[in-house]
């Protein structure tokens, strides 16, 4: 027996975490099997500046809708391996931007090749193993946006009150 499955939907964050780990640690070793150093965590940041071009860290953070704090810790650990290099922002001198280095770029590239193999296995699973793959992910994001509506605190407060 699964006993957060049991426990039902209030361990929804901790299916949600489980899940992640799994599919993070699989994707990390075929990282490593491709030759490529960057964190399978860090892979949106690197493929958002290649898209985007230098960036201040509260802008990357709030692009993929992470906490500000684990954004400095991801860039730290990129900055480490060489993928990415503080610059300074031509619009305001006390401020600096992040912009990937060559081999960052390097990695970008086959990360994005990667990521065509990947969204076709990704796709593969989610209809196979949980419906539809377009309505899963649209189930996710109805309730993170439901969730930036009215946070889980609110909601308990709400059920409280009636």
Same mark, same amino acid.
């Given at each position: 027996?699964?006993?957060?499955?049991?426990?039902?939907?209030?361990?929804?964050?901790?299916?949600?975490?489980?899940?992640?780990?799994?599919?993070?640690?699989?994707?990390?070793?075929?990282?490593?099997?491709?030759?490529?150093?960057?964190?399978?965590?860090?892979?949106?940041?690197?493929?958002?500046?290649?898209?985007?071009?230098?960036?201040?860290?509260?802008?990357?953070?709030?692009?993929?809708?992470? @906490?500000?704090?684990?954004?400095?810790?991801?860039?730290?650990?990129?900055?480490?391996?060489?993928?990415?290099?503080?610059?300074?922002?031509?619009?305001?001198?006390?401020? @600096?931007?992040?912009?990937?280095?060559? &081999?960052?770029?390097?990695?970008?590239?086959?990360?994005?090749?990667?990521?065509?193999?990947?969204?076709? &296995?990704?796709?593969?699973?989610?209809?196979?193993?949980?419906?539809?793959?377009?309505?899963?992910?649209? @189930?996710?994001?109805?309730? @993170?946006?439901?969730?930036?509506?009215?946070?889980?605190?609110?909601?308990?407060?709400?059920?409280?009150?009636?």
């Amino acid at each position: 027996m699964d006993f957060i499955a049991y426990l039902g939907p209030a361990f929804v964050a901790h299916r949600l975490r489980r899940l992640s780990a799994q599919i993070v640690v699989d994707i990390a070793r075929e990282l490593v099997d491709l030759g490529l150093t960057v964190p399978s965590r860090s892979a949106s940041t690197v493929l958002l500046l290649a898209h985007s071009g230098p960036l201040g860290p509260v802008d990357i953070a709030r692009t993929l809708r992470l @906490s500000h704090p684990l954004m400095v810790r991801a860039l730290r650990a990129l900055k480490d391996l060489g993928l990415v290099r503080a610059v300074d922002d031509p619009a305001d001198q006390r401020r @600096s931007r992040v912009e990937l280095t060559p &081999a960052g770029h390097a990695e970008a590239e086959k990360l994005a090749a990667f990521n065509c193999r990947l969204d076709t &296995a990704m796709r593969d699973i989610l209809t196979t193993k949980a419906g539809a793959a377009d309505a899963f992910l649209a @189930s996710l994001d109805a309730i @993170s946006e439901a969730l930036d509506q009215l946070p889980i605190s609110a909601r308990l407060t709400l059920k409280q009150d009636a």
